[in-house]
């Protein structure tokens, strides 16, 4: 029995009463050297797992008890694999070990619903890591610098936080279900020295309320994040003194436990403990399931370094896909790579080995695209648009596409799937190279490939791609009959036009729209569209897709791909213009191929235009009269913003209303000279107002779609304050209002 029972505290939270009633006296303290060496030893010598030893080290001391995982690893006569908790799932089986961690040693890892949102911060590369060609229980999470993991670990728990929240809950019965984590050897494009750590694969979201919690009933989503990221990385420099940036990391997080178990001492310690303690007690350890092992199936197999990301990739699936489901984007990504999986693993497919793993490493994100130089025939260049070429080429094969879309059908459990189908599956596959640089048009893309995208009927049957540094050099034998430049300019200059937004799926209100507004000529799907673009016989069709495809850059979005208040904001912003880059119209009768006005200013590219090229016989029988150009770009959506430059905010003006000065003795001025202080005090602080508001606006499409510019209710709160302060204004403007203006004569004052 223990020698205190837990206590039991009422807490308010926000607005609600939550009973605790599992408050824990004591908190685990720091382990014994020994247990920790133990720990290692134990999971080093067992054969059933293999991890280096420094992922060994990060392990035990995420855990509150290595003495009980060194009771787990050890091997036994009858059972290899000691008490390792055994999973099998697709292809493989993975090992792991059960116990409680700390908070603050697990980071956010990556998973398809946070890897499919559009979100500033990019994700790492993933890459898999093998020993002796055996698989280990870890993969490899490559950042640019500190500051990227930093960003994205806030940009992760700031983003679900934003979606849900266990908050209330978690505080009442602490984090109930086991966290599915794994170790991660987080590495840095810049040279900073690497490190290893426990990341979280499932249950981020408890992962995220548990830092909620922690942070405070008064603390959003950002306060919460930023909680989270000063204790996980304690502003500890990317190179200093004092041993490893590991070890470094690790001795500060210790010391932040420390003065948080004292903390809850000098709260328990009191007759009434204040709700502190209850957030500290429910939050300090989570429980866990930590993989620590994986072992292929026997025969046709993966390439080993993506075995143990599959394996985990499959828990997760079998949960969200199935169950508890991601949003579409997310499933369609998981569904098409467990599909590429699934056949790899078959093993009975007419495309090489080698082919399907290259292909599969493209999909998941483990082969980068500057990378695709060295593995596909013909060095093609290593760009992002290059990458969809041959990733569409790969999954759209006739020996490979009727054996993904029956692997996808049975994960989804529907009966057909037509070319539509699968292409919506790509569409989250083929973006991830751009989508943070192009989250404005994101769901207007995904759109597009759910019409179709760029599964032509030529495009999914027996042709290669043609490498090329400038796409115009294709035109000429497409047009003399080469399926392969033709296929080559259809994914490419297809893939761009969607990307930009100058290809999107039809709407009956695209038909009334104006030109410069979306509209189109006709109504046709987006793989029709791109299919008659593409015919050897239209030369306007062909120039369309390779100057497109030239001019496409995955860093940035197009001015043709904006509204006029998106150009203004730009404009606006710092190096907005800079960033800008623009598709022009073709015309056949120049010797660029780029139509210009009667003043020789190059014409912007439309989708009325691109749809118009893809078919001009028809677009002219629905439009026998000439067209006017493009509608005046002088003009703004409802809504827009006015122009001027923000203003430079509050001074360093005295707003003490207790009429002293800065260093304390009396304020000896008189009242009006005060008044007119606070007058002025008063109008910069609306000014201000009115910038943060502008520069919100600016900052909206660069935060991405996983959480608003503003909080719902940031922005009640906000209207309150604002109506008011309205009503104080309107008081006042009534009680000095002149007599004359009132509607008063003259002589009615007589």
Known sequence: ??????????????????????IEHDLPGQAEEADHARAVAAGTANPA???????WEAVARTTTGPDSLAVQLQTNTQKSAGLLMEENVEGATLRSVVTRVHLSELLPGIQPRTGMEVMEIPDPLVQGITDGGRPCSMVRYRYRDLAHLRNHVWQTIHGTLSLNSYSPSILARKVTRNLITHPVEITFEDGTESFHTVVVRDGITRLASAWAVLAG??????????TAVDALFAKVPATAPGGSLGDRLATARERWRLSLRDEFAREMAAMEPGPRAAQIAQTYVVPAQIAVGVE????????????????IRSVLASVHVEFKQWDAAAQNMEVATRALKRVIQQGDSLVSQDDLQAVYGLAVGRIAAEDITAIFPGTPPGTALWRSVYLVHALTRPELLERLKDQAKAIKGGKRMGLKGFAELLGPLIDVPWRSHKKLVTTQA???????????????????PVPTDDFTTLVAPALAGD????????????VALIADKLLTRNVGSALMAAKANGGVPFRADVNQVIEDLSQQDNELGLWTLALVANGFRSDALPTNAVTMRQLIQKEKSPGGTGDAYIHFRTDLGQADKVARDADGVPEPLLQWDVVWASNPERARKAHPDPLPGPSDPSGSEPGGQQEGEPGTGLLDTDTDT??????????????????????????????TARDALDRLHLLEPEVGGHTPIVPHDVLDDLLKSLIGLQTDIENLRRKFTPVEEAGLEDEDLR
């Open 1 to 22: 029995m223990p020698l205190h029972s837990p206590r039991t505290l009422t807490v308010r939270w926000g607005s609600d009463t939550v009973l605790v009633s599992n």
């Open 49 to 55: 797992t293999l991890l280096p030893e420094a992922a």
């Open 217 to 226: 009933p008064e603390a959003d989503a950002a306060k919460a994040a930023s």
């Open 296 to 311: 292929g199936h026997p025969g046709r197999l993966l390439a080993a370094e993506d075995i143990f990301d599959d394996a």
């Open 446 to 464: 995904r759109n597009a490939w759910n019409n179709g995208g760029v599964l032509t009927a030529d495009v999914t049957k027996d042709w290669d």
């Open 483 to 494: 399926k392969n430049a033709r296929c080559t300019l259809a994914v490419a200059g297809g």
């Open 658 to 687: 207790g009429g002293a000065d800065a260093d304390g003795s009396a304020d000896a001025r008189p009242a009006s000279q005060k008044a007119a202080e606070q007058r002025y005090v008063l109008r910069q602080g609306v000014a």
